[in-house]
């Protein structure tokens, strides 16, 4: 399943944006969700995952920043973002999730979407 985010763009410092995460054709209900993100000379990071049960977790740069969600009955998983700073500036991604060996939420597909760029501006 390849799941596609919107809802990028040009963003102010100390100001919100919601991401979308969705897929045609099939349904992500049964699936975890992770939001990555991806800063200019950096490697591609998990940022916020939340569990077919709904149960969500963040690193600690976006903990009480951010909010992932998910509406079933849409197909899609939301990142909220709030008080954006500039380091958050990255192309944002999302993929389904599985458990790695080490207990962690890991990426299950090595299909990307094209991600939606969120620049923060000062």
């Known amino acids: 399943v390849q799941l596609q985010a919107s809802g990028g763009g040009l963003v102010q410092v100390g100001g919100s944006r919601r991401l979308s995460c969705s897929t045609a054709?099939?349904?992500?209900?049964?699936?975890?969700i992770g939001w990555f993100r991806q800063a200019p000379g950096k490697e591609r990071e998990l940022i916020a995952g939340?569990?077919?049960?709904?149960?969500?977790t963040y690193v600690r740069s976006v903990r009480e920043r951010f909010t992932i969600s998910r509406d079933n009955t849409k197909n899609t998983v939301y990142l909220q973002m709030s008080d954006l700073e500039p380091e958050d500036t990255a192309v944002y991604y999302c993929?389904?999730?599985?458990?790695?060996?080490?207990?962690?939420?890991?990426?299950?597909?090595?299909?990307w979407g094209q991600g939606t760029q969120v620049t923060v501006s000062s």
């Open positions: 054709g099939s349904t992500i209900s049964h699936d975890a």
């Open positions: 993929n389904t999730l599985r458990v790695g060996w080490n207990g962690a939420y890991m990426a299950a597909s090595d299909v």
């Open positions: 939340i569990s077919k049960e709904g149960q969500t």
